[in-house]
């Protein structure tokens, strides 16, 4: 069983939708981060949050320590938000323990 | 900062020879992480480090795989000898602080394939 999962594994929207992606973990975390891989390969930090809420642009994180859960979400989404989305639980040692990644494409 | 540079950005070579990849971390940053990523296991932790000491290397496929950090600034990943398996895209991070949960910073990636 994988410490952490994601779904779904691949979403297409399309221009202007709200996206919504899941994240699970069964590790004890200290913080969870979200990814952003696009094609080309390079990765980017997106957020890190270990509580609450956190917003930048039209991304917004959101994580429940008591249910071990986090969401990624996208309000009006473009066309250049198409990458693979990567959740990451984060020991206090800064060990990552991966998702599987959601790919999302969304069609103009 | 330039943020992490690895090289090369890509690689073939044949089974059986020697591979080396190379990672810069962010000046200042105390740890560095080598992942490796496939189509059929996602982003893996294969080692890292902390103020230049390996710390877990638990995630090393096997005994052909070899890491070092001789000093802050710089760090390997060796494959000898390479496999076709070992084809993946190979990533290194930083991050600033070892006793606190920080951002991590990732370099472009090493792509790799082995023939």
């Known amino acids: 069983k994988n410490e952490v999962e994601q779904s779904p594994q691949n979403l297409t929207a399309q221009e202007g939708e709200f996206i919504t992606i899941n994240c699970s973990y069964s590790?004890?975390?200290?913080?969870l981060h979200w990814l952003q891989q696009h094609p080309g390969g390079g990765i980017v930090s997106l957020f890190m949050?270990?509580?609450g809420k956190k917003k930048h642009g039209r991304l917004i994180a959101t994580i429940n320590i008591q249910e071990k859960h986090s969401s990624l979400h996208i309000t009006a989404s473009h066309p250049r938000d198409s990458a693979v989305y990567i959740c990451a639980a984060a020991n206090t040692g800064n060990q990552f323990y991966f998702g599987t990644g959601t790919s999302l494409t969304v069609i103009p | 900062d330039a943020g992490v540079i690895q090289s090369p950005r890509h690689e073939v070579t044949e089974m059986g020879q020697e591979v080396t990849l190379r990672c810069k971390p962010i000046?200042?940053?105390?740890?560095l992480f080598w992942y490796r990523q496939t189509m059929m296991r996602g982003l893996e932790l294969l080692i890292y480090?902390?103020?230049?000491?390996?710390?877990?290397d638990s995630g090393m496929p096997e005994d052909r795989f070899s890491a070092k950090m001789p000093n802050a600034s710089f760090s390997t990943l060796k494959i000898q000898p390479s496999e076709p398996r070992d084809s993946a895209v190979y990533f290194c991070?930083?991050?600033?602080?070892?006793?606190?949960?920080?951002?991590?910073?990732f370099g472009q990636g090493t792509r790799l394939t082995v023939v």
């Open positions: 000046s200042g940053h105390n740890s």
């Open positions: 949050l270990s509580s």
């Open positions: 480090f902390n103020n230049n000491v390996p710390i877990d």
């Open positions: 991070a930083s991050t600033p602080r070892t006793a606190v949960v920080t951002e991590a910073f």
């Open positions: 590790v004890g975390i200290s913080a």
